[in-house]
């Protein structure tokens, strides 16, 4: 690599994609909030595991929310987070929907070697719109659209590409979200010294600080750090992680004003309420990913996570069959909502779902439970050393039940008998793909 | 010997090379008939005296113990039961020991000795010809390969040897009458 920045930026894990970051936000987001009166799921990103099958439907069954949910994927844009949260806002204003999940993700790759490779970060936000208990309330908003190459990917691109850094910041970002701001602050009859905090995109700090004071903010008081030197820029969830990481600090009766930037700008003044107060340490949200955040080793490891280097092949067992659509299908709320079944008679949970009790011995005789998302503790582990010692485990969850998962983000040494786990959604590592990315749960450490 | 074992590569901790059973190619056939008619085709044909069969749970995830067979114990109850003998009547036992620790933990679900002493079971010289009943004295899967499907064909073809005699000097078990095959798959 050529000559390094400084700071630090977020890389998705092996088994992470957009998808399973934005998961992760949502189970987040979500804590204990019923999600029976969710009506829409948003997702927003630029890099969509898939560019033709629905995420945000993948998202809305991992929830396991209702099967008359809306479900939409915004893409293209760094401003698509934000334009599903307007989307949403105005769903929900015009009683169309009780409340929406909106999320948004991004595994942006810049080539090897170049800046982007440095100032991109991979991250996921999410946000539910609703009208009740708010934490925050929309004043205004404002948009506007921009035809322009300044930052873009072709149909065929790996990489994302760019023009001439002075004309991309003097006619895009520069002009463009200062148009947007402005225009936003003049409609709505709000001056700079009203806004708490600014919460802007920034593709790089100098960019930012000179946006901020065009707009007439002070950077120091005004500006919420766009965490470039601990995250990066995260793409089209920049805005709404930076709009998260500024609630976190948030008190009833700040104003903010988040935009984003990409082909145009949004940009909304929101105002914070009474509701922050409830949230209070309910919500990891951004900083306690910091706590929680693991070095990766070496260069070299970033490049095979991502695939941009070409490491020779597991040799694959004989028995090892190809994941079938079909299969997914039949068996998907086992999978994505990770349902098992709860004996009626002795009340054992267990997971795969069975047809006679492994305890009681009773047959047919089960209701679902949904295992998603659940803590547990460690009851066993071993490793995988066919696929290079990936480390897997039996996990008793709280509530009951016993699953048996791949463990990851640990380390070799991390684990022991009964350590605190979580499950989290990630990809697999699948023996042979055919043409599918598989998905499932498995278990990570609580890392607090 | 027993360094070479220690020294095997990883499979998966703790077990290692040698603790798994090789999948192996192999076949093996036999003729079932009405017990009534078996001596239409031989002279010396093997009787089925008792059966049993359990399934519980289809994941290490969901078995029903993770210490203890709770299945196998239950169809050795029913092949005792059905045989109306006990283990102490029969002679050799073909026991899947697909892994080092299968083995151990068959021997308690048969009884042939209290929960978490299969270890000592072993150390005493219970299992082999002479103890206390002759546990796999082909190699079992450990020694001679798991040819999966097959395998339980290959049990039965070496007890057929044992009782006709034909088994190879050393490891030919004297005068057994009663022999148990057994079976494990998820």
């Not at chain 2, 002279?43 to 196998?72: C, H, K």
Request: net charge neutral.
């Amino acid at each position: 690599m050529g000559k390094g920045l400084s700071g630090e930026r977020s890389i998705a894990g092996k088994d992470e994609d957009s998808l399973t970051m934005a998961v992760a936000a949502a189970i987040d987001c979500l804590g204990e909030v019923d999600c029976g009166t969710i009506d829409g799921v948003f997702f927003a990103s630029t890099t969509y595991p898939f560019k033709e099958k629905c995420s945000a439907s993948t998202i809305a069954a991992v929830l396991d929310l209702r099967r008359d949910v809306f479900t939409i994927d915004f893409a293209n844009s760094l401003r698509a987070g934000t334009s599903a949260l307007k989307v949403a806002i105005n769903l929900v204003k015009a009683g169309s929907a009780r409340q929406i999940l909106v999320t948004a993700a991004d595994c942006r790759l810049g080539a090897p070697g170049s800046t982007f490779e440095q100032t991109f970060g991979d991250g996921a936000a999410a946000l539910l719109i609703g009208k009740e208990d708010v934490i925050a309330d929309l004043e205004d908003d404002y948009s506007i659209s921009d035809e322009m190459y300044d930052v873009w990917r072709r149909d065929i691109d790996l990489y994302v590409n760019s023009w001439e850094d002075r004309f991309i910041y003097s006619c895009g970002y520069l002009r463009v979200v200062k148009e947007t701001a402005s225009e936003l602050m003049r409609k709505a009859g709000v001056s700079p010294k009203h806004v708490t905090k600014a919460i802007i995109s920034a593709p790089d700090m100098r960019s930012s600080l000179k946006l901020v004071r065009s707009l007439g903010f002070d950077p120091k008081t005004q500006l919420q750090d766009p965490l470039l030197n601990n995250v990066g820029n995260t793409g089209t969830a920049q805005p709404l992680m930076l709009f998260v990481a500024a609630l976190e600090e948030a008190k009833p009766g700040d104003r903010f004003l988040p935009a984003s930037y990409g082909s145009g700008s949004d940009a909304f003044i929101f105002r914070v309420k009474e509701g922050i107060k409830g949230l209070e340490g309910k919500r990891r949200g951004v900083k306690a990913h910091f706590r929680k955040k693991k070095m990766v080793p070496d260069y070299a490891t970033y490049l095979k996570w991502r695939k941009l280097i070409r490491m020779p092949e597991p040799r694959v067992p004989m028995s090892v069959s190809y994941p079938t659509a079909t299969a997914i299908w039949r068996e998907r709320n086992r999978i994505y909502p990770l349902h098992g079944v709860k004996c009626k008679v002795c009340g054992t949970v267990q997971y795969p779902p069975q047809r006679v009790c492994i305890k009681c011995h009773a047959k047919d005789n089960f209701e679902e439970v949904r295992l998603c998302g659940r803590k547990g503790k460690l009851f066993s582990y071993s490793f995988e050393f066919l696929k290079g010692n990936v480390p897997i485990g039996l996990v008793n969850l709280e509530g009951g039940g016993r699953i048996f998962v791949e463990l990851t983000d640990v380390d070799a040494e991390e684990l022991k008998i009964d350590m605190p786990v979580e499950l989290t959604f990630r990809r697999l590592d699948l023996w042979r793909e055919d043409g599918i990315y598989g998905y499932f749960w498995k278990a990570t450490p609580i890392r607090t | 010997m027993l360094r070479m074992f220690l020294k095997s590569p990883g499979v998966a901790p703790p077990l290692n090379l040698f603790d798994c059973s090789a999948l192996t190619d192999g076949a093996a056939g036999m003729v079932l008939v009405p017990a009534e008619d078996a001596r239409k085709y031989t002279d010396t044909p093997m009787y089925i005296i008792g059966s049993g069969q359990a399934s519980v749970g289809n994941t290490i995830g969901n078995l029903a113990s993770i210490t203890e067979w709770v299945p196998l114990k239950i169809a050795a109850r029913e092949a005792l039961g059905s045989a109306k003998i006990t283990i102490d009547n029969i002679d050799i036992a073909e026991l899947h020991d697909c892994f080092t620790i299968s083995e151990i933990m068959e021997y308690e679900a048969f009884g042939l000795c209290e929960k978490g002493k299969g270890g000592k079971f072993i150390e005493e010289g219970q299992s082999q010809i002479g103890g206390k009943i002759a546990v796999n004295p082909r190699g079992g899967l450990l020694g001679c390969g798991h040819p999966l499907g097959a395998t339980a064909i290959l049990q039965a073809l070496d007890i057929m040897q044992q009782f006709r005699g034909e088994a190879p000097r050393g490891r030919l078990v004297d005068n057994a009458e009663i022999a148990l095959a057994h079976n494990l798959c998820n």
